[in-house]
């Protein structure tokens, strides 16, 4: 008889992580479906078959770069480890925030950076201090942002057309009307059947995901309830002040892969606080970064960057929710509602600086009217 | 992983449903086990071994005598649980899993008693005279920890309730549930007598509302008692931790005992304990302890002298089912352990449970909060372990490393099955190896 020696305790409540990873691959997999399905509907079979062979593209590079990495410069066991690394969900998050008529080349090459220096060189899963396709997004939008493969049919995205035509304000409830009509309303934004970053236009579906991960305890509902919800009210205060209806917080939460980053990357548990109170501020931090991004940024989208941005203050985060949890909770909510309140000012600030000068723009521009209407009279 | 999660925004759960397999020995026979040739009674008390042995080689004695005393800041006399001859003192191991001394006496079988004191009754006796019997009789709190109880009762002020745990939330465990089941009488004066002791108004009995039949005999029971109240409360592990349990039932949070808030809290075996010590003036010298776990032929609770080893008794229950196995004194979850199975039933062990040896795979660490979510003092056992890999003392303080109770509820969750609880065990060792910062807070 042997007795074994064990630290206690010898119990386990029998949850892995591989199941956890499962489960997320899953629901990636629903979205990616729908994905499949949205392109064959609009756009015909050539993109459906682009999008499987970016979808591939990503995976096998995230798979081999990790085999790479564990036989030439770790030097262990390589299948084992590209198994307890989770390469693959890196992969498919990647892809799912390109636009579809992306080519194959920079999809290899931001996957590669996302998996060596977005996760391998913190000391692979788990260590990582950014979201790594998020690092690698960030990448390929920042080399890569013109490069097409031939042959793709897309149309403009909703964030586009909004950040390119409107710079993201549309006070005119009959332009904002025949501007929605184009994707079949808010309504047809939720279904999903338009352009946009793959896996972000299904927001219904991305939604049941997240509803579904958080009830097996896949991900923290909190993350995503506080970062939506967040949206919807900065987005709405700035929207009121230009006097937009509220289409308008609505439309911010169903395009520009608000939901598919509040569910599959805010959420991802390496780089986000480990506290709930750190979540709840993390993400209401993450939710006025995105608006901000998009209203007063030069880029069109703020999902991506204001999650990369937050990744980096978790540690200060962190550092301010140490100590014994139920000990700290007015502390918590006092930095809660703080975050809130400015994060409320400052749209609030932000959207009467805007009034201001749309309206100096529109004196300019009835000036010069006037100064032409003059002209013509004198003439 | 779901089961008792509660929806607050800024902590977890702190506590989680945890399978029990109680039903392994919760309806089977209790088996009676005699003494062998000889018994060993540990001359230890908690992690004192400052103890002065009153017998000497070669004496005589009876069951229930005096042969120890535990002689530092707390007093806590040792009995012997057979008749016989004094034959020296042997170095063995201890469920503490290190070696310690045993007093070996040699069993005539006879089992003569001779109980240094009268029965006493708690009617007519005085506060003063009850805390010196209990101290006398060498009470110790049963749930495992063995911590003297007269000390909580001794000179107590401002309490107002009186809290007998009897929740019984490791895994595998029912020596609770059996010895309630079989006394619930003596659980009742045990109760009123304690309530006496440290004049609480009110006196509550918990159970897991899981036991539905032990709540209905215990309620049945309490009909005509005044001021004795049955709560049943949740199925969850920690909540026979006192913390947790003060929580469930007054809804108060403390900072180091119970009595700041004006409660106590006693296990429903002590109680027991002591009502059999006040009914017939005998001392703790046998226990009901569980033999439990897949690795046992015949899992059962028994009914067994004090100092009988642990070999012998799971021997005589039908020995093991495998070759390798963990052998466990007490639960899975907070029990050590032990490399040999020489240890012996001493007087606050209540179980051994016996696991199937089953090797795991550890993946990184996803930093995914559980952790945190259920942990009953509020800690982040994931942070503690990062802090402690860099040595960082001064965050191991601000993470309160030291609030740690060692429950095992991080290891038990965790996904990766990384042993977070004895990654906090060592981040304990590095911070008070530390040395301490002049001026700086405790």
Redesign the interface.
Known sequence: ?????????????G??????MNELSCGLLAVFAFSVVNQAVQHGIGNVIHLCVMMAAGVATAILTELAWAKWVLKTEPVAYVK?SFGWITAIILVMMMPINMSIYPVIVGTIFAIVIGKLVFG????NIFNPAAAGCAVIFSYFSTSRAADIVTSATPTSLISGSFGWVVSDPAVANQFLSQFGGLGGLAVGFYDGSIGETCALLLLVVGVVLSVV?CI?W?IPTFYLGAIFVFSWIYGAVLGMGMWYPVFHLLTGGAVFGAVFMLTD??T??????G??VFSIGAALLTVLIRVRGSLPEGVLYSILLMNMLVPWI?RVC??????D?KK??LITVVTFLAGCALMFGVGIAKKNQLAETAVTANNNIAVVETMTVTE | MKGDKIMSLFTGAMRLHVDGRKDLTNHTELVKIAAGKKVYIPLVNMNSVKVDVLVNEGDHVYVGQKIAVRNDHFTVPLFSSVSGTVAGKEKRMHSCCKLMEHLVIENDGLYEKKFDMEPLDPETATVDELVTFMTNMGLVGCGGAGFPTYVKYKGVKGIHTLIINGVECEPYITADYRAIELHTDLLIKGTKTMKKMCGATKAVIAIKESKKELIEQVQNALKDVEGVELCAVPDVYPMGWERTLVYQVCNVRYEKLPSEVGIVVDNATTAIAFAKCLTTGEPIVDKYVTFSGEALNHPANVLVPVGVPVGDIIAELGGFNTEECYLIAGGPMMGRTIPMDKFVVHPYMNAVTVLKYEPTETLGCLRCGRCVDYCPSGLQPVRINTANKIKDVDMLEQLSVMSCIECGMCTYVCPSHIQVTEGIRKAKATFMAAPKKKGGKK
């Open positions: 008889m042997k007795f074994v020696f064990n630290p206690s305790p010898n119990y386990h409540s949850s892995s992580t591989r199941e956890i307890s692979g899963f788990g260590s305890d923290d909190r548990p390496v986000n606080p480990t506290t709930f109170a979540k709840v962190e140490s100590g014994i949890q139920y000990k909770i918590y909510t």
